[in-house]
């Protein structure tokens, strides 16, 4: 069955800069398994989708960021993807078969259930490491509870917790929403206790320009993951051309490689496929100098 006839959300429509972002996370994945070369390691995607998107305006079908990960070299010892509903989860299951089906595990449900996370942590082999990422809609569904568990699972082999690459709603949903009083509930829940209202107050008072709430949102964010002892840190702000990213990079690891193929993948301006075709078709109806 072809995916666009099945009713729903599905394939999930996305915007151009959201391909832009799954063309950064192909980068980093594939960089990512490079550098752990053949190891025991899992991959872990919390907030999960139905295995393929849409492009509104160009309708260019497009892998989420499941199967680019599933595509990336050498391949994860495991993959489990925790799916908010059974529709996603088919779709997902049915456009990963072609892939060894073995060692990929599709959980549905809420992702900040406990439930749901005692089964995620069920199927990690003991002493594996793992790399999960986090990619919510906005940051209402994000729970430090979460993270913080995710941080508490236990130490690999090596010594190393669990690594953390979130995509940080800043821009479109915690910036827009910091003042809003029927957000402040999801917002503490977001960084697990209420220092982020002082930013509030600077807001409001402007005491700070908007650039400042920017950085000291991201900051107090990254304070929370070093209490839960990570050794790196990093954030970044993905290159765009026109305006502010909608979302900000956060990475968490005992290891410090990470933050260089965060970089790597989302330092430099690229262009996407269909601005590749737009560009020849206007050069082609360009009349040529002679
Ligand atoms: C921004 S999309 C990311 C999808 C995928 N990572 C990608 O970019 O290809 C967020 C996904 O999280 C799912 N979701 C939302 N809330 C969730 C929750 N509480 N637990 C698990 N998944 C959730 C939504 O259904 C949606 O597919």
Same mark, same amino acid.
């Given at each position: 069955?072809?995916?666009?006839?099945?009713?729903?959300?599905?394939?999930?429509?996305?915007?151009?800069?959201?391909?832009? $972002?799954?063309?950064?996370?192909?980068?980093?994945?594939?960089?990512? @398994?490079?550098?752990?070369?053949?190891?025991?390691?899992?991959?872990?995607?919390?907030?999960?989708?139905?295995?393929?998107?849409?492009?509104?305006?160009?309708?260019?079908?497009?892998?989420?960021?499941?199967?680019? @990960?599933?595509?990336?070299?050498?391949?994860?010892?495991?993959?489990? /993807?925790?799916? #908010?509903?059974?529709?996603?989860?088919?779709?997902?299951? #049915?456009?990963?078969?072609?892939?060894?089906?073995?060692?990929? =595990?599709?959980?549905?449900?809420?992702?900040? &259930?406990?439930?749901?996370?005692?089964?995620? /942590?069920?199927?990690?082999?003991?002493?594996?490491?793992?790399?999960?990422?986090?990619?919510?809609?906005?940051?209402?569904?994000?729970?430090?509870?979460?993270?913080?568990?995710?941080?508490?699972?236990?130490?690999? %082999?090596?010594? &190393?917790?669990?690594?953390?690459?979130?995509? /940080?709603p800043l821009e479109m949903a915690l910036l827009r929403n910091l003042t809003r009083p029927e957000c402040q509930a999801s917002i503490t829940r977001l960084y697990? &206790?209420?220092? %982020?209202?002082?930013?509030?107050?600077?807001?409001?008072?402007?005491?700070? =320009?908007? +650039?400042?709430?920017?950085?000291?949102?991201?900051?107090? /964010? *990254?304070?929370?993951?070093?209490?839960?002892?990570?050794?790196?840190?990093?954030?970044? $702000?993905?290159?765009?051309?026109?305006?502010?990213?909608?979302?900000?990079?956060?990475?968490?690891?005992?290891?410090?490689?990470?933050?260089?193929?965060?970089? +790597?993948?989302?330092?430099?301006?690229?262009?996407?496929?269909?601005?590749?075709?737009?560009?020849?078709?206007?050069?082609?109806?360009?009349?040529? *100098?002679?």
């Open positions: 069955m072809d995916e666009l006839n099945i009713p729903g959300k599905i394939p999930r429509q996305i915007r151009k800069w959201t391909c832009h $972002k799954l063309e950064c996370l192909s980068d980093y994945i594939q960089a990512y @398994a490079k550098r752990l070369g053949k190891t025991n390691c899992c991959y872990l995607e919390l907030y999960a989708g139905c295995g393929s998107c849409v492009c509104k305006g160009t309708d260019c079908r497009i892998d989420d960021s499941e199967l680019r @990960a599933l595509k990336a070299k050498p391949k994860f010892a495991k993959y489990i /993807f925790v799916v #908010r509903n059974r529709q996603n989860a088919e779709n997902l299951k #049915r456009l990963t078969t072609p892939y060894n089906t073995d060692n990929i =595990e599709v959980i549905i449900g809420d992702c900040n &259930n406990e439930k749901v996370i005692r089964q995620l /942590f069920d199927l990690i082999p003991r002493s594996a490491s793992s790399f999960a990422l986090i990619d919510p809609i906005g940051y209402r569904k994000v729970h430090w509870s979460t993270i913080k568990q995710l941080a508490s699972h236990g130490a690999d %082999w090596k010594g &190393n917790k669990i690594d953390l690459l979130i995509f /940080f697990g &206790n209420q220092q %982020w209202e002082e930013i509030k107050q600077d807001k409001l008072s402007d005491k700070i =320009e908007l +650039d400042e709430v920017r950085t000291r949102l991201v900051e107090l /964010f *990254k304070a929370g993951l070093r209490g839960l002892g990570y050794n790196y840190v990093e954030d970044f $702000k993905p290159v765009w051309l026109s305006r502010q990213p909608f979302y900000h990079l956060i990475l968490a690891s005992d290891s410090d490689t990470g933050a260089k193929i965060l970089k +790597d993948a989302w330092g430099k301006s690229r262009y996407l496929r269909c601005e590749l075709f737009h560009d020849e078709e206007s050069k082609s109806r360009r009349p040529s *100098k002679k």
